[in-house]
Every structure is written in C-alpha cells, then in structure tokens.
C-alpha cells in the first residue's frame, strides 16, 4: 500500500479536493499523516 505519488506542494485535485503539503496519494486514497481523509478515483 505504498503512494504512488508524493505531493509537497498546495495541488487542487478533482472538485472540491484540496491537496496540502507531505500529502500521499495512492490508488483511489489520499492519505495525510496517515489518516485517509478522502477515498475517491483520482485518476
């Protein structure tokens, strides 16, 4: 279950989805610190 992609920088992804700093995105999961606060298809 690692990342696919590592995100450093303030990215708005999708809607209303909003991509701060050190936040991980796997498959159809962004994970932040190691919460999931979002479980979507972002590709």
Known sequence: M????????GVKIG?????GYNVYISENTIIE???V?????IL
Do not use: A, F, H, L
């Open 2 to 9: 690692r990342p696919k992609t590592v995100i450093k920088s």
């Open 15 to 19: 809607r209303d989805c909003i991509i």
């Open 33 to 35: 610190d190691g919460r």
């Open 37 to 41: 606060i979002e479980d979507n298809t």
